[in-house]
């Protein structure tokens, strides 16, 4: 069986692992032995693109062609950009609903960005493995929305990689530490990060991780805590981007060093300015209270989602480099009355989960099962502007709601309704995730037409909206039109243009891909075949033995036919097995022992 | 596997019998053992078709699970089982009226209130407030003492239902109440007024 990898894509570091047999293990880069990849993009004016160190080498000598924490802006709109990021980076002038950056007269999106990071780590792992990276796992903020997640898949996609699961990090973290070996209990994952903070609340029960209740802020983490020390070298209104890159790199430097003394010199050369100055701890901790002030919030709502006490928590988790902090660390101390577990490099430890999930995905982990939850609430506008929720936030995914639309006036043959994200009371203060039409009802008299419309969050959080005319029985045809993010053509179109030179071919992508869906196929049914009847086994092996054949040539349209059909010609046999294996494991229960 | 039927209701997703009285252990017990079998993670590599079956009985498990194990959301979704739901008039339930009207004017004093007034009228709606909680514990015991009573009354049901409707009526309202009552004391001006239902 092909191994599925899991991959941290971070807002400072990317890492991937796999599950081995001792266990999670990251990949190292051969040459500098560090499984740390720095989220950092640098473009040449040659055209040569720079990935990982060499890119944050020449960060502070070219800022406006070097792209760090990329991750802030997944999923983002212009509109969404804090003033603060816009002098640093290259922004693209007319960009409007996805960010663009311009860079030596070609833009750029951040899951492109993102998929420099993907492709360099599929590189490495391959590499070092000798195996091909098809299928992976990555790892998202818990609290990331819908665009958000959205981006991330589409990252995977433009970096050729099959994305099976998007996975929140702090329950990665929480597998990473193996911590149902111990007991069964409740759990908190403390996650700040270089961009991003979460917080989890999961139940441990017998190799079950069930998220209970999650909060956080998708913009806070520990490049706030840098940005408040520059301020400090800063003159006020200073906005020169080599200046500001230069002190934010320097700031970060002066954090880490503050983590193991109690002063440290920053130091800053750029732009003809040279400052220096020495901070103790007890000042940066001060200039870095608000920051960490600001978490403690979103640890305090999770909390009461969750219905529970801080002292009723079992363990803390403490993930993401910024965590290293003394001040953080007696902060989530404070407010859990424990102490905090920090065994695992919290670099790592995410990627390290994103490996168990891997594992259990692929079916070498069949012990233990990751329930998580949707982190905001999914809405509908109804009158005055007011957001009907159909999802609340914190239920466990994949879940579904319903939802009956009719029409209000006579012969009407669209209806039309807008999704939010969010948890304020009027839409307009929540985030516009879609706009939906239904088009083409039978004119027919106002209140008669009844459409059911079924709203789906998948295991990765993502909303998948489908439409049944409930007279007629049909599924209903759905315009979706996204907010924000990009449409299935603009990424296919971003294939064809792929800065990609090893697979520059969209075809030849395609190709793979088809066929490696071809793959996955063929195999389950050949491992379900001896359980076929007769009548099944005829048409099953005829479908196999034309996609067998299909799969020899190039035409990736054919290819994806056939395994539509193969899949059409085992649906009642792969629905035989399910419901087997399910009366079997009911069967030793009985009914009315549910039943008081 | 197929997808469960689009109008399967919550109790045929678990397999159970239709009745408001549940173990809820053995409602957890199942549920996870009901998972464990169906999420999409045991059929990561599955074909497309019986991927996308998981996800969506999956999607159905918990949301019966959600709406089973909590006696208030399970009673409502037996009014909806039979055909009936709560009204969306914001009349105030009449065993509630005296109580209400008492909270009303005290947060309308404390609106008005000087800042000198404030901490004694603020402990005053505290007590207010512990006193619509009691009440509103004291409804979730009288619901879960007539549980057996109704599912034994399956066969008559329209007296008994009228009783379960009564009281959840008057719970949600006085959840709203509450909510609105503890939003006030928190300094949420922006919140609706405490009559105002949703």
């Known amino acids: ?596 | 596997m197929l997808p469960l039927p689009a109008d399967a209701d919550h109790y045929t997703v678990f397999g159970i019998p239709r009745q408001l009285r549940l173990d809820q252990q053995e409602l957890s017990r199942r549920y996870y053992e009901l998972s464990r079998l169906l999420h999409p993670d045991r059929h990561g590599t599955a074909s497309a078709v019986a991927r996308d079956a998981s996800m969506r009985n999956t999607a159905a498990l918990t949301r019966a699970h959600r709406t089973l194990r909590d006696p208030v959301s399970r009673a409502l979704y037996w009014l909806e089982l039979h055909g009936e739901k709560l009204g969306s008039d914001n009349r105030v339930p009449p065993p509630l009226a005296a109580l209400v009207f008492e909270v009303q004017e005290k947060l309308e004093e404390l609106r008005e209130a000087s800042a000198k007034s404030r901490p004694a009228l603020t402990s005053e709606i505290e007590n207010v407030l512990g006193e619509l909680e009691a009440r509103r514990d004291e409804l979730d015991q009288r619901m879960e003492a007539n549980f057996l009573k109704w599912d034994e009354a399956i066969a008559q049901p329209t007296p008994l239902l009228a009783d379960l409707k009564s009281i959840l009526a008057e719970r949600a309202y006085l959840s709203t109440l509450i909510r609105d009552v503890k939003a006030t004391l928190a300094g949420d001006t922006a919140v609706a007024r405490p009559h105002a239902t949703r």
Do not use: W
């Not at chain 1, 760090?68 to 290259?90: H, N, Q, T, W």
């Not at chain 1, 048409?539 to 033995?545: K, V």
């Open chain 1, 1 to 596: 069986m092909d191994r599925v990898f899991g991959i941290d894509l971070g807002t400072t570091n990317s890492l991937i692992a796999y599950l081995g047999d001792d266990g999670p293990q990251v990949v190292a880069d051969a040459a500098s032995g560090s499984p740390l990849l720095p989220s950092v993009a640098s473009f040449l004016p040659s055209g040569e693109i720079l990935v990982g160190s060499a890119a944050k080498l020449r960060a502070a000598e070219a800022p406006l062609e070097t792209i760090a924490s990329v991750k802030r802006f997944m999923g983002l709109g212009m509109g969404d950009v804090k003033p603060e990021d816009r002098g640093c980076y290259p922004f693209a002038a007319d960009s409007g609903p996805v960010v663009r950056f311009a860079i030596h007269g070609r833009e750029y999106t951040p899951p492109e960005i993102s998929a420099l990071f993907l492709r360099e780590l599929k590189l490495r792992a391959e590499k070092a493995l000798g195996e091909e990276v098809k299928r992976v796992v990555i790892t998202v903020p818990a609290y990331f929305n819908d665009s958000q997640r959205q981006a991330t898949r589409d990252a995977g996609r433009l970096a050729g990689l099959e994305v099976l699961r998007l996975v929140n990090e702090p329950t990665a973290a929480s597998l990473a530490y193996g911590l149902d070996k111990h007991h069964d209990g409740l759990i908190a994952v403390y996650d700040l990060g270089g961009g991003t903070f979460d917080i989890s609340i999961l139940r441990i029960h017998d190799g079950i991780f069930e998220v209970i209740a999650t909060n956080g802020d998708t913009r806070l983490g520990g490049d706030d805590m840098d940005r408040a020390l520059a301020a400090q070298v800063l003159q006020p209104g200073e906005d020169d981007p080599h200046l500001v890159r230069a002190a934010l790199i320097a700031a970060e430097r002066t954090k880490v060093a503050l983590t193991d003394n109690e002063y440290a010199a920053l130091e800053l050369i750029a732009a003809g300015a040279k400052r220096e100055h020495t901070f103790t701890r007890a000042e940066f901790e001060q200039f870095i209270r608000p920051v960490v002030e600001r978490t403690l919030a979103p640890c305090r709502q999770a909390l009461a989602d969750a219905g529970l006490e801080a002292k009723q928590i079992d363990e803390v988790v403490l993930v993401g480099g910024a965590t290293r902090v003394p001040l953080v660390r007696r902060a989530v101390q404070e407010l859990f009355g424990r102490t905090p577990h920090t065994e695992l490099d919290p670099d790592q430890v995410v990627a390290l989960g994103a490996g168990v999930q891997a594992g259990v995905l692929s079916g070498r982990r069949k012990d233990m099962l990751l329930l998580d939850v949707v982190p905001l609430s999914l809405g509908i506008e109804t009158v005055g502007g007011v957001m009907e929720r159909i999802i609340d936030r914190n239920t466990t995914i994949p879940t579904a709601a319903r939802q009956l639309f009719t029409t209000f006036m006579d012969n009407q043959t669209a209806v039309d309704f807008t999704v939010y994200q969010g948890e304020r009371e009027l839409v307009q203060d929540n985030r516009k995730l879609a706009y939906f039409i239904l088009r083409g009802l039978e004119p027919q008299p106002a209140g008669l037409p009844r459409l059911e419309v079924t709203f789906l969050v998948d295991a990765n959080g993502i909303l998948n909206v489908t439409a049944r005319d409930l007279r007629s029985g049909h599924e209903h045809s759905i315009d979706v039109k996204p907010s924000y993010g990009l449409t299935d053509e603009q990424v296919e179109s971003m294939l064809e243009a792929s800065f990609d030179h090893a697979v520059a071919d969209v075809a030849a992508r395609l190709l793979i891909e088809a066929r490696n869906e071809g793959d996955g196929i063929l195999r389950a049914t050949r491992k379900a075949l001896d359980q076929a009847t007769d009548e099944e086994r005829g048409l099953i092996e005829a479908a196999m033995a034309r996609l067998e054949t299909a799969m020899r040539t190039t035409d990736h349209n054919r290819i994806r036919d056939l395994v539509d059909e193969l899949n059409q010609a085992s649906m009642s046999l792969a629905q035989r097995i399910m419901d087997h294996s399910i009366k079997e494991a009911l069967e030793h229960r009985r009914v009315d022992e549910v039943v008081s």
